[in-house]
Nanobody, 123 residues
Framework: QVTLVESGGGLVQAGGSLRLSCAASGRTFSSYAMGWFRQAPGKEREFVAAISWSGVSTYYADSVKGRFTISRDNAKSTVYLQMNSLKPEDTAVYYC????????????????WGQGTQVTVSS
């Protein structure tokens, strides 16, 4: 069992930055691939970014490529999402997720999910 707790969300103006954190507890964090997903009101959940257990491989949705950076600190059992140049369309609840298998962009492959943190970008 892995418990994930997101933090760092909030209200920011367009063009601003936020850094989300996801702290994991339970089984060995370093053995899990990690991902960030988001869900805006009335929309389907969508993939944002993912990182392999080693941190060597990262993947991004086209909509955030060049603006968001995913990273992890296995010693702290934490994964981060640095979000720069935020846009109103980035407004959503952001979730982190853990995958016991290979890193993937597919939400249904992930085994554990956090409760989410709200990010609101004002224009």
């Amino acid at each position: 069992q892995v418990t994930l707790v997101e933090s760092g969300g909030g209200l920011v103006q367009a063009g601003g930055s936020l850094r989300l954190s996801c702290a994991a507890s339970g089984r060995t964090f370093s053995s899990y691939a990690m991902g960030w997903f988001r869900q805006a009101p009335g929309k389907e959940r969508e993939f944002v970014a993912a990182i392999s257990w080693s941190g060597v491989s990262t993947y991004y949705a086209d909509s955030v490529k060049g603006r968001f950076t995913i990273s992890r600190d296995n010693a702290k059992s934490t994964v981060y999402l640095q979000m720069n140049s935020l846009k109103p369309e980035d407004t959503a609840v952001y979730y982190c997720a853990a995958d016991a298998n290979a890193v993937t962009t597919l939400g249904y492959e992930y085994d554990y999910w956090g409760q989410g943190t709200q990010v609101t970008v004002s224009s």
